[in-house]
């Protein structure tokens, strides 16, 4: 399977812990971007990353949230001192830029996280 | 900033009739306009997409999505509906201006036999 990966795919941990989840983009994909998801709603636009730049994180929700991509290739996305509102299913998406043209973001399955 | 609304939680057909997901979008510049499905358990996938040309866009499944400019609007549609096509349908979109993708609520999708 050559698509997007996400491990793991489920987390429970416990409040005030830290967690920290990766992604795989399809390997010619040099935009990386995050998405948290909640019940009932739309993925919400995390933060994103062309190769190894992290080109928008004012959107990350708190200084709680934090993401890298250190080569280019996979992603991480840590969150400190969980709260119980971090409860959600955060999924990672990739692209290709493309000259002219806007490439589709294609996602990966999600990690669900749940805080007690 | 941009935004999307989809009015209908829920869109009932039955199988073999023609379908209808609305949504609707709100940007300050010329809008990018996609239709995502989720099905259970599994990621999202991308059905299609709009960025400039015909305002009639045909994706994957046998599906199409008309962009009316005047109206603001980006509906989902397809002649006939397969029991095969229940699932979450999520309209997303992009000001050409930035990389921030904001989708739908979500649509629940139900053909029924």
């Known amino acids: 399977d050559t698509g997007v990966s996400q491990d793991p795919r489920h987390k429970i941990t416990k409040r005030g812990q830290n967690v920290t989840f990766r992604c795989d983009p399809i390997s010619e994909h040099n935009r990386l971007y995050w998405y948290r998801q909640t019940l009932g709603q739309g993925p919400e636009f995390l933060t994103y990353?062309?190769?190894?730049?992290?080109?928008?994180k004012s959107r990350l929700l708190s200084d709680r949230f934090s993401a890298e991509r250190p080569k280019g290739s996979f992603s991480t996305l840590e969150i400190q001192r969980t709260e119980q509102g971090d409860s959600a299913m955060y999924l990672c998406?990739?692209?290709?830029?493309?000259?002219?043209?806007?490439?589709?973001?294609?996602f990966g399955p999600g990690t669900r996280l749940t805080v007690t | 900033a941009q935004s999307v609304a989809q009015p209908e939680d829920q869109v009932n057909v039955a199988e073999g009739n023609p379908l209808t997901v609305k949504c609707t979008y709100s940007?300050?510049?010329?809008?990018?306009l996609f239709w995502y499905v989720q099905y259970p358990n599994r990621g999202l996938q991308f059905l299609l997409k709009?960025?400039?040309?015909?305002?009639l866009v045909k994706g994957s499944y046998g599906f199409e999505a008309e962009f009316n400019k005047s109206q603001t609007s980006f509906h989902l549609k397809k002649p006939s509906a397969l029991v095969s096509d229940s699932a979450l349908y999520f309209c997303?979109?992009?000001?050409?201006?930035?990389?921030?993708?904001?989708f739908g609520a979500g649509t629940r999708l139900t053909v029924k036999p």
């Open positions: 990353f062309q190769n190894e730049a992290q080109l928008e």
């Open positions: 998406a990739s692209s290709l830029r493309v000259s002219g043209g806007l490439g589709e973001q294609y």
């Open positions: 997303a979109v992009r000001d050409m201006n930035n990389n921030d993708m904001r």
């Open positions: 709009y960025i400039t040309g015909d305002n």
């Open positions: 940007v300050s510049g010329n809008p990018y």
